[in-house]
């Protein structure tokens, strides 16, 4: 099992990134995977997380409609698609899975077994 995330930067407030993660060594129709986020002196913390086998999202209150999750079942990608950032949203964001269970709730509750590699994403003027 394999997850490499890719995609963060540098953004200014108000701008938008798209985070990839690169899933291998497993199918994207069946396991739980999301992605959660770490910033300096702080807890991971879950920001977004998919069923893979009924699509079912789950997000936290404070990205409830600035970002979503989908995936690209052909290619093995899960996106996460962020947009209004604030600086508040810059941290190195992670993906993880569970190939175990498929709630997406679950998921952003627990402690995944499977981690990539962390992608820094920075809001800033």
């Known amino acids: 099992v394999q997850l490499q995330a890719s995609g963060g930067g540098l953004v200014q407030p108000g701008g938008s990134l798209r985070l990839s993660c690169a899933a291998s060594?497993?199918?994207?129709?069946?396991?739980?995977i999301g992605w959660f986020r770490q910033a300096p002196g702080k807890e991971r913390e879950a920001v977004s997380c998919l069923s893979t086998n009924n699509d079912i999202t789950y997000y936290p209150d404070f990205v409830k409609g600035r970002f979503t999750i989908s995936k690209d079942n052909a290619r093995s990608i899960v996106y996460l698609q962020m947009n209004n950032l604030t600086p508040e949203d810059t941290a190195v964001y992670f993906c993880?899975?569970?190939?175990?269970?498929?709630?997406?709730?679950?998921?952003?509750?627990?402690?995944?077994?499977?981690w990539g590699q962390g992608t820094q994403v920075t809001v800033s003027s």
């Open positions: 993880a899975a569970d190939l175990a269970q498929s709630s997406s709730y679950a998921l952003c509750h627990g402690r995944p077994p499977n």
């Open positions: 060594g497993f199918t994207l129709n069946r396991p739980a």
